[in-house]
């Protein structure tokens, strides 16, 4: 079943605040040692935040290119081309002119495709397999939980 757009906020919010906040939470209690001159740990959870802020906002785009594909679906190859660019995106927000509680800047651009990559690859492997085994239904309410 093809997700509706309330299905996709829905499994993109519930799939960041679990999975992503998973992934992030390494980044944030210093794990891999990560030190530049701004406190950067409570950065890559504001990145998260903006992340799913922004994807809400781009999902209205999908959903309308989608519903000009023949069979209304959204292959694997485009979800990584949506995420290629959704990372484009946020970098260059916060490289250029910063984000409400993230200064110009402050990002290493090494730490944030890090992070961002391995966020996007979390969330894509949990989408696909995790989420039809955990949640047999969801697929079938166009990826709305309620």
Same mark, same amino acid.
């Given at each position: 079943?093809?997700?509706?757009?309330?299905?996709?906020?829905?499994?993109? %919010?519930? !799939? @960041? $605040?679990?999975?992503?906040?998973? &992934?992030?939470?390494?980044?944030?209690?210093?794990?891999? /040692? +990560?030190?530049?001159?701004?406190?950067?740990?409570?950065?890559?959870?504001?990145?998260?935040?903006?992340?799913?802020?922004?994807?809400?906002?781009?999902?209205?785009?999908?959903?309308?290119?989608?519903?000009?594909?023949?069979?209304?679906?959204?292959?694997?190859? %485009?979800? !990584? @081309? $949506?995420?290629?660019?959704?990372? &484009?995106?946020?970098?260059?927000?916060?490289?250029?002119? /910063? +984000?409400?509680?993230?200064?110009?800047?402050?990002?290493?651009?090494?730490?944030?495709?890090?992070?961002?990559?391995?966020?996007?690859?979390?969330?894509?492997?949990?989408?696909?397999?995790?989420?039809?085994?955990?949640?047999?239904?969801?697929?079938?309410?166009?990826?709305?939980? @309620?």
């Amino acid at each position: 079943m093809t997700p509706t757009l309330l299905g996709r906020w829905q499994t993109r %919010l519930f !799939l @960041l $605040a679990t999975v992503g906040v998973l &992934i992030t939470l390494p980044f944030y209690l210093e794990i891999f /040692g +990560l030190k530049t001159e701004f406190h950067v740990q409570p950065i890559f959870f504001r990145i998260l935040i903006d992340i799913a802020i922004f994807g809400c906002g781009w999902d209205i785009l999908y959903n309308y290119i989608q519903k000009f594909r023949w069979d209304r679906d959204w292959p694997g190859a %485009l979800q !990584l @081309l $949506a995420g290629i660019w959704e990372a &484009i995106f946020v970098i260059g927000c916060v490289q250029l002119t /910063g +984000l409400p509680g993230i200064p110009q800047g402050s990002v290493p651009l090494l730490w944030f495709l890090i992070h961002y990559s391995l966020v996007w690859l979390g969330v894509f492997i949990t989408s696909q397999s995790l989420m039809r085994i955990l949640f047999p239904r969801w697929r079938f309410r166009g990826g709305r939980f @309620l």
